[in-house]
Every structure is written in structure tokens, then in C-alpha cells.
Nanobody
Framework: QVQLQESGPGLVKPSQTLSLTCTVS??????????WSWIRQPPGKGLECLGV???????YYSPSLKSRTSISRDTSKNHFSLQLSSVTPEDTAVYYC?????????????WGQGTQVTVSS
């Protein structure tokens, strides 16, 4: 099965940039027609998709977070990354990477285990 694993700092200071990397195993991030997603869940709230990077490198972002979000990839390492700038405590959440089927539909077949990120000074 495809495996995904998030990595990055668990604590970020307000106004700084949250940076996470997803390592994908047993599946290529360039395989059509999948997209690779960043999803988060704040405490007590539902899941929110921040954005995706498709197999061809195209990116799509949540309108509410677009101005602060950047998703990139390193195909040689089979990694994709999230940068969320100007963070506040409201960005505290469990962050997941996941494989999305297609570039528009919100169907995910594989998930990472999630990583807690806390924004605090």
C-alpha cells in the first residue's frame, strides 16, 4: 500500500512559517491522476483541506487560506511540502497529508498518521 508520513516541527511561533514535509512510499507523486493533499483538523473542529498539488505539479488552494499557503514538491525525493505563513494560534491543528483521487473531488484513499502542530510563543 501507499504510505505517507508527515514530518516537521511540532511547535511554531506566531507570525512564523509552518513548514511540513510529506514523504510518500510505494507510490509516485507523479502518477496520474492523483493529487497530494494537506488537510488539518483544529481541536474540536472538522477537517479542512488547505490545498493540493496534482501529479503534474498544478496547485489548488482553499480560498480562505490561499494567501498564506504554498505547496511544493521534490519529485526526486518523492516528497511534497506545505508552507503556511504568518501563523496564529488558530492554526494549531493536527496536520495530515493524504492522496486524493483526482484534482477536484474530495476523496482520499491513503492518509498519513497526522502530526500535531502547535502555534504558541
Amino acid at each position: 500500500q501507499v504510505q505517507l508520513q508527515e514530518s516537521g516541527p511540532g511547535l511554531v511561533k506566531p507570525s512564523q512559517t509552518l513548514s511540513l514535509t510529506c514523504t510518500v512510499s510505494n507510490g509516485s507523486i507523479t502518477t496520474s491522476y492523483y493529487a497530494w493533499s494537506w488537510i488539518r483538523q483544529p481541536p474540536g473542529k472538522g477537517l479542512e483541506c488547505l490545498g493540493v498539488i496534482a501529479y503534474d505539479g498544478s496547485t489548488y488552494y482553499s480560498p480562505s487560506l490561499k494567501s498564506r499557503t504554498s505547496i511544493s514538491r521534490d519529485t526526486s525525493k518523492n516528497h511534497f511540502s506545505l508552507q503556511l505563513s504568518s501563523v496564529t494560534p488558530e492554526d494549531t491543528a493536527v496536520y495530515y497529508c493524504a492522496r486524493q483521487i483526482g484534482t477536484q473531488a474530495r476523496w482520499y484513499d491513503y492518509w498519513g498518521q497526522g502530526t500535531q502542530v502547535t502555534v504558541s510563543s
